[in-house]
């Protein structure tokens, strides 16, 4: 293990300081997987009482600042460092309150939550880091961890506005997380995606209209010869246009999607009732972006939406894979380049693994030359941290917490190879003292570590000169 | 550091391929840990494992890479095949597609692979004889007229599992013995072993003395 002082960091901050706290990870996922299989037991909810996700998350802030690292916890919320807008931000009643008649409704339920803060709200007291050992990781002990409550009011107070300041939004998660209500990590996802546009007074018709959309495409794109026969088709028919055809390369893509839903998060019930709707979710996905057709890996980046989103009061699940969908949709945009055919190093995945490569080569120097003398390619490694957006790494609670930070970037990618990067740097003292088939292992099953930690070597390592020099050994 | 364990005679890199789903993260499991499970993931990109076992009184330490069923992608791919000697081609017993498309993975290996790499077919699956799909007398005839060892194996059920290894194990060595293979050098993939063969090294090490089956 990378213990206090085992490395030694250059750095010249480039940007400044760095507020920080941290989440019990730990004790969260087990929490988390408590609830999920209690729920799984009764089935009848939709919603564990108190967000499973209930881990109280890193903070990072997103830059500016004046240098080093601060531990733990920032100080008391200063709205001021966070938000261009006064401290005591106003907050008046939105002009037009939207519809909380139909308590089945995800959105509206969100909506009621968030602004009025009837939801209880799961009190989970922050318990500051005491792992944060390496100079990269490292911040002072002084400041009190921000209460759960606190962080709900600065989201409420944010989410209020008659039109969402999203990059508030955007600074709110990174500087303290989503707080552990059940109705926050939704939202936050539906905006940082754009699923739901800034102005509030928009939000009720846009989902409506998406939803319907949604499911119109299911509906249309699945064709069904036995049932309406075509005049002139048959089912040996190899024309472009026949239904029959079309219907026999459905099937096909079916049973290819169909392999990878049923081993998509295997070990969590309460993942079982949302296979349905994760086979629609990539069906109408290819069906839509046909010259990109099903790769697998992209049930693993579909699933965490359905997760987060059917972790709320619902009753229609509906509008949970309607809403999956779409936000699936948006990161699909920018990684889309990582699951098309590259032939070539220059373009798709194998550029993103060059990038991680060089990064690393530039962020520990030693590090990647010890893996370019074992042969260790990015390839072997992060191929699958980068097109999984790490899921196959942590635990899914964990994993949660990793992709708020990674959606509050509107360009992902960059952010998830730094990421990617501090895990290396994390675990090197063990890398750089094992053979290939040591590193390798450790690699591709990346031993259990606090994801808040994580983040804030990566963000040290992104704002800052940061590069490994040296090694001093215990 | 190496450690005791570590040590051993020879090294050879055996490379898992086949379509999606036929049980190769299983078979690896099966083989390096003792372990099935019906609630694994699809692999992606790719897994490794390592395992030892003797071999006419010499150490063999076998790392087997797990590849992608769905990755094709070749500059990708050929970091995965690069200095493998040996190729277990799994194809599902009870899905005829994954034998059909058997054709295509040889094609794979012969444009990415080594052109003397050992392949061995394998058809997983075998608990499932009531869903067969392929009969054990096309899959043999298939694999001798492409000059393939055949094996029907179950990772479920841990039948010929240990075979399969086993088999294309010491026949990569017995070929390798057959060219006199040079002791001592050192691998690429094993800088902490001293004793270690290295058969068909990166073609980009550039280095001589290296010893080579083929």
């Not at chain 1, 990781?137 to 039109?163: N, V």
């Not at chain 1, 059917?310 to 936000?327: G, I, M, N, Q």
């Not at chain 2, 490379?15 to 993931?41: C, H, P, Q, Y």
């Not at chain 2, 599992?161 to 194990?169: D, T």
Request: aromatic share 8%.
């Amino acid at each position: 293990m990378a213990t206090a002082g085992a490395y030694t960091v250059v750095a010249s901050d480039a940007g400044g300081g760095h507020v920080a706290r941290r989440l019990g990870a730990a004790a969260g996922a087990r929490r988390w997987r408590r609830a999920h299989e209690q729920q799984a037991a009764v089935k009848a909810r939709w919603r564990c009482g108190c967000c499973a996700c209930a881990s109280d998350r890193h903070g990072l802030r997103a830059s500016g600042g004046a240098g080093g690292l601060e531990q733990r916890a920032p100080p008391p919320l200063r709205p001021s460092l966070l938000s261009p807008s006064p401290p005591a931000r106003p907050s008046p009643p939105p002009p037009s309150e939207p519809d909380h008649s139909s308590p089945s409704d995800t959105i509206s339920a969100q909506i009621h939550h968030a602004l009025t803060g009837q939801q209880p709200s799961a009190h989970l007291p922050l318990s500051p880091s005491a792992s944060s050992l390496s100079t990269l990781s490292a911040a002072s002990t002084s400041a009190p961890p921000i209460h759960a409550d606190s962080r709900e009011e600065l989201f409420r107070a944010c989410l209020r506005t008659p039109t969402v300041d999203v990059d508030e939004l955007r600074r709110l998660v990174w500087a303290h997380g989503i707080p552990p209500a059940p109705w926050a990590r939704p939202l936050a996802w539906h905006l940082l995606t754009a699923y739901l546009p800034p102005d509030r007074l928009d939000w009720q018709p846009t989902l409506a209209v998406k939803r319907a959309n949604y499911w119109s495409h299911v509906a249309n794109l699945s064709v069904d010869p036995t049932e309406r026969p075509v005049t002139g088709d048959h089912p040996l028919s190899d024309a472009h246009d026949s239904q029959w055809k079309q219907y026999f390369d459905d099937c096909q893509l079916r049973v290819c999607i169909r392999r990878d839903v049923e081993r998509t998060h295997p070990d969590l019930h309460s993942f079982a009732p949302l296979r349905d709707a994760l086979e629609r979710i990539l069906f109408v996905y290819v069906k839509l972006h046909p010259t990109l057709g099903y790769k697998q890996g992209m049930n693993e980046l579909a699933a965490p939406f359905l997760l987060t989103f059917a972790d709320t009061r619902v009753k229609d699940l509906s509008d949970v894979e309607a809403d999956a969908y779409f936000c699936f949709d948006s990161i699909m945009i920018e990684m889309v380049s990582c699951y098309e055919p590259c032939n070539s190093d220059v373009t798709g995945i194998a550029r993103q693994l060059r990038e991680l490569q060089a990064l690393l080569r530039i962020k520990d120097p030693a590090l990647e030359r010890h893996f370019e003398k074992l042969g260790i390619d990015t390839r072997f490694y992060g191929l699958r941290w980068i097109r999984l957006w790490l899921m196959h790494e942590f635990h899914v609670p964990d994993c949660l917490c990793l992709w708020d930070s990674f959606l509050t970037s509107e360009l992902r990618l960059p952010w998830i190879r730094y990421v990617c990067v501090a895990m290396v740097i994390r675990i090197r003292e063990r890398l750089l003292v094992e053979d290939f088939a040591g590193c390798m292992k450790l690699l591709l099953n990346y031993p259990p570590c606090d994801v808040s930690e994580l983040l804030r070597i990566a963000d040290r390592l992104r704002t800052s000169n940061v590069i490994i020099v040296r090694t001093a050994r215990r | 550091m190496a450690r005791s364990d570590d040590e051993y005679d020879y090294l050879f890199k055996v490379v898992l391929i086949g379509d999606a789903g036929v049980g190769k993260s299983n078979l690896l499991s099966r083989f390096t840990r003792n372990e099935f499970s019906l609630e694994s993931k699809s692999t992606i990109g790719v897994e490794f494992a390592t395992r030892s076992i003797q071999c006419e009184g010499k150490i063999i330490k076998a790392q087997i890479w797990d590849t992608a069923g769905q990755e094709r992608y070749r500059a990708i791919t050929s970091a995965y095949y690069r200095g493998a000697v040996g190729a277990l081609l799994v194809y599902d017993i009870t899905k005829k597609d994954s034998f059909d498309n058997v054709q295509r993975w040889l094609k794979e290996l012969k444009d990415h692979a080594d052109a003397n790499i050992v392949i061995m077919l394998v058809g997983n699956k075998s608990d499932l004889q009531h869903l067969k799909a392929v009969t054990t007398d096309d899959a043999s005839a298939f694999a001798e007229s492409n000059g393939l060892s055949f094996i029907e194996t179950s990772a479920l059920d841990n039948s010929n599992v240990e075979e399969a290894f086993r088999s294309i194990l010491s026949e990569i060595y017995r070929l390798g013995s057959k060219k006199a293979l040079e002791k001592g050098s050192t691998s690429n993939f094993a800088p902490n072993a001293t004793q270690t063969i290295v058969i068909n090294p990166p073609a980009d090490e550039g280095k001589t003395e290296k010893a080579k089956c083929c």
